[in-house]
Structure formats: C-alpha cells, structure tokens
C-alpha cells in the first residue's frame, strides 16, 4: 500500500503523516491523533468543570486535575474513536470520507484494534484512579453512554443528543474531582455542554449529508436541513444561558460573564458564517468550537485567581 493510500481523507498533511514511524500511523490515526479536535472537544467540559470548581473556592484550578483531565480526555477519546470505527466498520467503507480509515481500509485488523482499544481504556483507567473515589465512580457510569452511542445513528436522528452525553460528561468529572460530590452547578453546567455538543455535531454532520442519505444513517444534519441556522440559534442560546447560569451558581463574576459573552460572541459567528453547502467550510467552524470552549474555560480561571 503505497503511503498515499494509507492517508484517511480528511486528515492529510498532519504530524502523524509527516513525522511518526509508519509502523504507528494506522493506529495514530484510529486514536484520531492526526486531527485532535475531538479530544479537545471531549477535554474542555472538563476544565470546565474545573473552573467553576475554582470559582466557588476562590483558587485556580490545581496544575495536577488539568493535565490529569488532558491525559484522559486523549486516551478515552481514542478508545471511543476505536470502538466507534470497529462498531462502525461497514458503513465507514460506504461513505468517502471515512472509507480510508485503518480499519475499513484494511491497515488494522478488528482483533489488532480491540487489542488498542483496550490498551487505550487502561490509560484512561489509570489515570481515572488518581481522583476520589466519587469522581471514579461518576467516569466509569460514563461508559454505559458511551457503549451506546455509534448505534444511535441507526434509529434515530437525534445521535448528537447522545454525542452531547457522552462528549459532556467531563461536566460532572471536574467539580468532584475537587469537592467530592455533585451539585446543582455542574448539573446545569452538564445541560449546556450537552446544547453546546448538539449545535457543533449538527455543522460537522453537514459534511456527510448526502452520504448519510445513501445509506441510512440519521442525524440532525438531515432533519434540520434547511432550518439548521434556527436550530443552531436554539441550542447555542440554550448553551450559554446553562452555562452562563452554572458559573453564577458557582460564585462566578464580571470576568466569567466577559468570558460567557465572549463564548456567545464566538457562536454567534459561527451561525452567521455558516453555509451547510460547503463540506470544507462546515469542518472549519466546527473546529473553531476548541476555540470557544478555551476562552470561556480561560475566564473560569482567570475569575477565580482574582478573588
């Protein structure tokens, strides 16, 4: 196979096609190490949960839980991405942009990425242990949802509601890891990661609509269609006033509510750059959520260090 052909579409012209030993790509690429939006997607609840934490201590966030959370967040994520690709492996090969991924495309075998993914679990795992008990026992409940959702795109098109469990259970993580127990702050700040997760999702699914129509597969792309900006208005609203609300119950203050304006500001871009017509440009603004979701966690932490 020639070093072209080991490329997945979407992803060319990265670190791991560039600089990793050829022997590791095809797993690089199946922990989606070649384009880490998705773990950043998946960390940044995280440190938020983190950062209301701080806020309602009136400290920073500890060094340790934020490159704890960073370490976990890539091990799990590639572990979803396996699972997904080894659940996913038939339709994958039916759809042009995912048909190059190793497993479809024969560069990994499902036994070798079984094997991968339960390497991968076991970072997560120990890195899981490191935290109390309570924030142990909330990670591994995450599993459940996590086990579930690469089917849900066969019954329903609503996917990215599970997508958005899934991807925002880092908001129930952080606030225990710290404290030890659940409140209402983290529950609301759960709530507006998960519109957050389904507004973003929604861009990102535009890429394979027509594909999706093929061959069955259901999401939001498709059922909002034309009327994807309304509900993009929906859900983000919905996003920063739970979030907004989650950091006033955390003790929040003006540099927070900046930070939320900020973050609303990002989205509202987002909207009004839109154009579900254009692939390229869809996975651009759905990358740019990173960027969103940093300024708003920056905020967190910069309110809680000037108490």
């Known amino acids: ?152 795109k066969r019954f329903t098109y609503w996917p990215q509601i599970f997508l958005g469990l899934a991807f925002s259970w880092g908001a129930l993580m952080g606030w225990p890891a710290v404290f030890g127990a659940l409140e209402l702050a983290p529950l609301v700040l759960y709530a507006g990661s998960i519109c957050w997760v389904i507004a973003y999702d929604t861009i990102y699914a535009h890429q394979d609509r027509e594909d999706d129509m093929m061959i069955g597969i259901k999401s939001t792309a498709l059922l909002f269609g034309q009327n994807t900006a309304v509900m993009l208005v929906f859900f983000y609203t919905a996003a920063v006033l739970l979030i907004a609300k989650a950091g006033l119950l955390a003790g929040g203050g003006a540099v927070f509510l900046i930070g939320v304006a900020a973050f609303a500001a990002h989205l509202v871009w ?25 300024i708003l966690f920056a905020a967190m932490a910069l309110d809680a260090a000037t108490r």
């Open 1 to 152: 196979m020639s070093e072209s052909a080991g490329r997945v579409a979407d992803a060319t012209g990265n670190w791991v096609d560039t600089f990793a030993p050829p022997v590791t790509r095809p797993y690089l690429r199946l922990a989606r190490l070649d384009r880490p939006i998705g773990s950043w997607l998946l960390l940044i609840p995280c440190w938020w949960s983190l950062g209301l934490a701080a806020m309602r201590a009136g400290q920073t966030p500890r060094l340790a839980h934020v490159v704890l959370f960073f370490i976990g967040a890539f091990a799990m994520r590639g572990a979803g991405c396996t699972w997904n690709d080894l659940v996913d492996r038939d339709l994958d090969g039916r759809v042009e942009r995912t048909r190059s991924r190793p497993i479809p495309s024969g560069q990994v075998t499902p036994t070798q990425a079984a094997i991968f993914l339960g390497a991968q679990a076991l970072v997560g795992l120990i890195v899981l242990l490191q935290f109390n008990r309570f924030t142990v026992l909330c990670g591994l409940a995450s599993l459940a949802v996590v086990a579930i959702y690469p089917f849900m």
């Open 270 to 294: 987002q909207v009004r750059s839109l154009d579900i017509a254009e692939p390229a440009q869809c996975l651009r603004l759905f990358k740019s959520n990173r960027d969103a979701g940093l």
